[in-house]
C-alpha cells in the first residue's frame, strides 16, 4: 500500500486547441503512467504487480486477453483500471450473486459508478438499473451469462454499446475446465451480438487446454496472454497422510495450536463440516461452521465472525472464500482431497494473501481418491441411463412435450439397475443439452380455494392477524365467489400493500396448515421441446459427454499426484498451470525444505 503522503496523480488537461495532445498530456503519451495514476486515484496502490502490468497494458492498448492469474494475484484490476480510463460501458460477466455483489459495493464504497443485475432485483429495480447504464451514468455492469441470455437484456446492451467485455472465471467457459457452465460456453454467441467488442477473460485456474478453449470459444482476436504469479513464495505446503476420520482430526488439530492467527479448514459435506467444528470446539479452538445448508443469516453470521476476528478458525465446504478477501489467514486446512489440483490451489490461495507467511495443509488418504468417484459416476451419466430416460419422458410426454411427472417420480420409473443417482444424472444432462426443460412451481402464481365459512374467518382471524384477513379480502375481491371454487390467485397481482408473494407465502401457509384454504402452486413438471418429441434417438451429444467425463477423471488423477509426488510440489503446481517461472528445488514445500 502506499504512503498516506503519496500524492493523489491526476492526469494532465488536454486543451482542445492543442497542436499535439499527446504532446501536451504525458500520460496520454504514456498509458502505462495513466494507468498507475488510475490506480493510484481509485485504489490506493502506487503501481502493479509484474503480471498485473503486462495485462493492463494490452488491455489498455485495446487488444483482447488472457488473464490467468491466482486467487489473490489481483485479476479484478486489469479491467477495473482500463474500465475507468475509457468511455462507454464494461459488461462484467460474473458467476455468482455473491461474489458479484462483493465486488459492487467495493466499487460504489470507492465512489465508482458500478452495479448489478441479478434475481435478488425487482422488475421495477432492474429497469432503473439498466436506464443508468442507458444513461451513460454507469462505468461498470455486473451480470451471470444467464442474466445476459434473459428477456431483452442482449438486445438492450448491444443498443447501449459495450466498451469492454469482462469475462470473470473464465474457466467457466471451457468443457475441460473444472467448473463447466452450458451459459458460459454461450458467451461466444453473445459477444457476437453485441459487436465484438474487446473482450478480457480472467480466471485464477486454467491449464493450457483450458486456456486454448476459452480463447476459441470466445473468439478472442489474437489475444495476449498473461499467465503468472502462481508461485507464491510466501506460501508453503505440505501433505500429510492419514487414512481415518480421527487421524485427520488429530493432525489439524495439532497444526491448528501450532498457527497464530486466522485459519480455513475445507471439508469435503455438511456433514463433515459440522462434525469438524464440533472437534475443535472441543479441543479449545474457536471455531465457526458455514455451509450451504445453514440459512442467510446463519452464514452472514458465520462470514462476520470469521472478518472480524470473533472466530479464529471458520470450517467451510468449497462455498466459502469466493469473493472473501481476508488477507490475514495463516493456515488452510483441506480436511479431505479436492477433486482436481484447480480447487485445490484456489482455496489453499486463500493464506497468505497480505505477503506475509502463510501454510497449506493437505490431509491426504486412500479412500479419497474413492469417494472422488463415487461423485463422478453421480455426475457423469452413462448412455443407458439417458437412453432409457428418454423413452420414459417420451411415453409420458403429451403432444405438446408436457410430462406431467416431477424429475424425481420419472427417475423412480427407471429400470432398477441404473439407480437413483445415474437417473439424476441423466436428467440433468438433457436439461444441460436444452431439449428438456424442468418446470419449477410458480411461486407467485397458485390455484387458491376457500374453505372456511366467512363466520369462522371473522371469529378466528381477529387481533394480530390481520394480514391474513386482509389477504383473504383482496382475493374475495379479485375473485368473488370463485374463490369457494378455486380462483387462479397471482400474489404478485394483488395490492402492493400486502407485500407481493415474498410475504404472502408464510401467510397462505399459515392459512392453509389451520384449513381456511389450500393452495395449489401453477407449474411443476418436465418439458420436452416439441421439435424432438418425436425422436427415438436421444439429441445429445455423447462424445461431448464423454470428454467432460474423461477431464473430470484426468483432474483428479493430477491432484492425486500431486498428493502422492516425491519431488517439489511448487514446481508440480507450477508446471500444471504453464508458468513457466519453475524452480525445483523450492524450499518451500515439505519435499524441498
Same mark, same amino acid.
Given at each position: 500500500?502506499?504512503?498516506?503522503?503519496?500524492?493523489?496523480?491526476?492526469?494532465?488537461?488536454?486543451?482542445?486547441?492543442?497542436?499535439?495532445?499527446?504532446?501536451?498530456?504525458?500520460?496520454?503519451?504514456?498509458?502505462?503512467?495513466?494507468?498507475?495514476?488510475?490506480?493510484?486515484?481509485?485504489?490506493?496502490?502506487?503501481?502493479?504487480?509484474?503480471?498485473?502490468?503486462?495485462?493492463?497494458?494490452?488491455?489498455?492498448?485495446?487488444?483482447?486477453?488472457?488473464?490467468?492469474?491466482?486467487?489473490?494475484?489481483?485479476?479484478?484490476?486489469?479491467?477495473?483500471?482500463?474500465?475507468?480510463?475509457?468511455?462507454?460501458?464494461?459488461?462484467?460477466?460474473?458467476?455468482?450473486?455473491?461474489?458479484?455483489?462483493?465486488?459492487?459495493?467495493?466499487?460504489?464504497?470507492?465512489?465508482?459508478?458500478?452495479?448489478?443485475?441479478?434475481?435478488?432485483?425487482?422488475?421495477?429495480?432492474?429497469?432503473?438499473?439498466?436506464?443508468?447504464?442507458?444513461?451513460?451514468?454507469?462505468?461498470?455492469?455486473?451480470?451471470?451469462?444467464?442474466?445476459?441470455?434473459?428477456?431483452?437484456?442482449?438486445?438492450?446492451?448491444?443498443?447501449?454499446?459495450?466498451?469492454?467485455?469482462?469475462?470473470?472465471?473464465?474457466?467457466?467457459?471451457?468443457?475441460?475446465?473444472?467448473?463447466?457452465?452450458?451459459?458460459?460456453?454461450?458467451?461466444?454467441?453473445?459477444?457476437?451480438?453485441?459487436?465484438?467488442?474487446?473482450?478480457?477473460?480472467?480466471?485464477?485456474?486454467?491449464?493450457?487446454?483450458?486456456?486454448?478453449?476459452?480463447?476459441?470459444?470466445?473468439?478472442?482476436?489474437?489475444?495476449?496472454?498473461?499467465?503468472?504469479?502462481?508461485?507464491?513464495?510466501?506460501?508453503?505446503?505440505?501433505?500429510?497422510?492419514?487414512?481415518?476420520?480421527?487421524?485427520?482430526?488429530?493432525?489439524?488439530?495439532?497444526?491448528?495450536?501450532?498457527?497464530?492467527?486466522?485459519?480455513?479448514?475445507?471439508?469435503?459435506?455438511?456433514?463433515?463440516?459440522?462434525?469438524?467444528?464440533?472437534?475443535?470446539?472441543?479441543?479449545?479452538?474457536?471455531?465457526?461452521?458455514?455451509?450451504?445448508?445453514?440459512?442467510?443469516?446463519?452464514?452472514?453470521?458465520?462470514?462476520?465472525?470469521?472478518?472480524?476476528?470473533?472466530?479464529?478458525?471458520?470450517?467451510?465446504?468449497?462455498?466459502?472464500?469466493?469473493?472473501?478477501?481476508?488477507?490475514?489467514?495463516?493456515?488452510?486446512?483441506?480436511?479431505?482431497?479436492?477433486?482436481?489440483?484447480?480447487?485445490?490451489?484456489?482455496?489453499?490461495?486463500?493464506?497468505?494473501?497480505?505477503?506475509?507467511?502463510?501454510?497449506?495443509?493437505?490431509?491426504?488418504?486412500?479412500?479419497?481418491?474413492?469417494?472422488?468417484?463415487?461423485?463422478?459416476?453421480?455426475?457423469?451419466?452413462?448412455?443407458?441411463?439417458?437412453?432409457?430416460?428418454?423413452?420414459? %419422458?417420451?411415453?409420458?410426454?403429451?403432444?405438446?412435450?408436457? &410430462?406431467? #411427472?416431477?424429475?424425481? *417420480? @420419472?427417475? /423412480? =420409473?427407471?429400470? $432398477?439397475?441404473?439407480?437413483?443417482?445415474?437417473?439424476?444424472?441423466?436428467?440433468?444432462?438433457?436439461?444441460?443439452?436444452?431439449?428438456?426443460?424442468?418446470?419449477?412451481?410458480?411461486?407467485?402464481?397458485?390455484?387458491?380455494?376457500?374453505?372456511?365459512?366467512?363466520?369462522?374467518?371473522?371469529?378466528?382471524?381477529?387481533?394480530?392477524?390481520?394480514?391474513?384477513?386482509?389477504?383473504?379480502?383482496?382475493?374475495?375481491?379479485?375473485?368473488?365467489?370463485?374463490?369457494?371454487?378455486?380462483?387462479?390467485?397471482?400474489?404478485?397481482?394483488?395490492?402492493?400493500?400486502?407485500?407481493?408473494?415474498?410475504?404472502?407465502?408464510?401467510?397462505?401457509?399459515?392459512?392453509?396448515?389451520?384449513?381456511?384454504?389450500?393452495?395449489?402452486?401453477?407449474?411443476?413438471?418436465?418439458? %420436452?421441446?416439441?421439435?424432438?418429441?418425436?425422436?427415438?434417438? &436421444?439429441? #445429445?451429444?455423447?462424445? *461431448? @459427454?464423454? /470428454? =467432460?467425463?474423461? $477431464?473430470?477423471?484426468?483432474?483428479?488423477?493430477?491432484?492425486?499426484?500431486?498428493?502422492?509426488?516425491?519431488?517439489?510440489?511448487?514446481?508440480?503446481?507450477?508446471?500444471?498451470?504453464?508458468?513457466?517461472?519453475?524452480?525445483?528445488?523450492?524450499?518451500?514445500?515439505?519435499?524441498?525444505?
Amino acid at each position: 500500500m502506499p504512503s498516506p503522503s503519496a500524492p493523489d496523480v491526476a492526469p494532465a488537461r488536454v486543451t482542445p486547441d492543442s497542436a499535439d495532445p499527446l504532446a501536451a498530456d504525458p500520460l496520454a503519451a504514456d498509458p502505462l503512467a495513466a494507468a498507475r495514476a488510475t490506480l493510484l486515484r481509485h485504489f490506493g496502490y502506487p503501481d502493479f504487480r509484474a503480471p498485473q502490468r503486462r495485462a493492463v497494458e494490452a488491455v489498455v492498448a485495446g487488444r483482447d486477453a488472457l488473464i490467468v492469474l491466482p486467487t489473490g494475484g489481483g485479476k479484478s484490476l486489469c479491467y477495473q483500471v482500463p474500465a475507468l480510463m475509457r468511455p462507454g460501458l464494461t459488461v462484467v460477466v460474473s458467476p455468482l450473486i455473491s461474489l458479484m455483489t462483493d465486488q459492487v459495493a467495493a466499487l460504489e464504497r470507492r465512489g465508482i459508478a458500478a452495479t448489478f443485475l441479478n434475481s435478488t432485483l425487482s422488475t421495477t429495480e432492474a429497469a432503473h438499473r439498466m436506464a443508468r447504464a442507458r444513461d451513460g451514468a454507469l462505468t461498470m455492469l455486473y451480470l451471470a451469462p444467464e442474466r445476459i441470455e434473459a428477456g431483452r437484456t442482449l438486445q438492450q446492451l448491444a443498443d447501449i454499446g459495450v466498451a469492454l467485455l469482462a469475462v470473470d472465471e473464465a474457466h467457466c467457459i471451457s468443457e475441460w475446465g473444472h467448473d463447466f457452465r452450458p451459459s458460459y460456453r454461450r458467451l461466444g454467441v453473445m459477444r457476437e451480438r453485441l459487436g465484438s467488442p474487446q473482450t478480457v477473460a480472467l480466471t485464477a485456474t486454467a491449464t493450457p487446454g483450458v486456456q486454448r478453449d476459452i480463447a476459441q470459444q470466445l473468439g478472442l482476436r489474437s489475444p495476449t496472454v498473461v499467465i503468472g504469479g502462481f508461485d507464491r513464495t510466501n506460501l508453503t505446503y505440505h501433505v500429510v497422510s492419514a487414512s481415518t476420520a480421527h487421524e485427520r482430526d488429530a493432525t489439524a488439530v495439532r497444526w491448528l495450536r501450532d498457527s497464530d492467527g486466522a485459519a480455513v479448514v475445507y471439508a469435503s459435506t455438511r456433514t463433515a463440516v459440522e462434525r469438524v467444528t464440533a472437534t475443535l470446539l472441543r479441543a479449545h479452538l474457536r471455531a465457526i461452521a458455514y455451509h450451504g445448508g445453514l440459512d442467510d443469516r446463519l452464514r452472514a453470521r458465520a462470514q462476520d465472525a470469521f472478518m472480524t476476528d470473533r472466530a479464529r478458525i471458520i470450517v467451510a465446504t468449497n462455498a466459502f472464500g469466493m469473493g472473501i478477501d481476508k488477507p490475514d489467514v495463516r493456515l488452510v486446512v483441506h480436511h479431505a482431497m479436492p477433486g482436481s489440483l484447480e480447487a485445490y490451489y484456489q482455496e489453499a490461495g486463500r493464506a497468505g494473501r497480505d505477503g506475509l507467511p502463510g501454510r497449506c495443509l493437505l490431509l491426504h488418504g486412500t479412500q479419497d481418491r474413492r469417494t472422488h468417484e463415487f461423485f463422478l459416476d453421480g455426475t457423469h451419466p452413462s448412455r443407458v441411463a439417458v437412453e432409457s430416460l428418454w423413452r420414459v %419422458l417420451r411415453q409420458h410426454a403429451t403432444r405438446d412435450g408436457h &410430462v406431467a #411427472l416431477s424429475p424425481d *417420480a @420419472l427417475v /423412480r =420409473r427407471l429400470p $432398477a439397475e441404473i439407480g437413483p443417482r445415474q437417473g439424476a444424472a441423466a436428467m440433468r444432462a438433457l436439461v444441460r443439452s436444452g431439449v428438456v426443460a424442468v418446470e419449477l412451481a410458480a411461486r407467485a402464481v397458485g390455484t387458491l380455494r376457500l374453505l372456511a365459512s366467512p363466520v369462522r374467518v371473522r371469529r378466528e382471524l381477529r387481533g394480530g392477524r390481520a394480514a391474513e384477513r386482509d389477504f383473504l379480502r383482496a382475493c374475495w375481491q379479485l375473485a368473488g365467489a370463485h374463490l369457494e371454487r378455486g380462483a387462479v390467485i397471482d400474489l404478485d397481482a394483488l395490492p402492493r400493500t400486502l407485500g407481493g408473494a415474498r410475504a404472502l407465502v408464510p401467510v397462505i401457509e399459515r392459512l392453509a396448515a389451520e384449513q381456511f384454504v389450500t393452495w395449489q402452486r401453477r407449474g411443476d413438471g418436465v418439458r %420436452l421441446d416439441p421439435r424432438v418429441r418425436g425422436t427415438l434417438e &436421444v439429441p #445429445l451429444d455423447f462424445a *461431448a @459427454l464423454e /470428454r =467432460r467425463r474423461r $477431464a473430470d477423471v484426468a483432474r483428479l488423477d493430477a491432484m492425486e499426484r500431486y498428493a502422492r509426488t516425491h519431488h517439489c510440489r511448487r514446481a508440480f503446481v507450477l508446471r500444471y498451470f504453464g508458468d513457466a517461472d519453475v524452480r525445483d528445488p523450492c524450499g518451500g514445500c515439505d519435499r524441498c525444505c
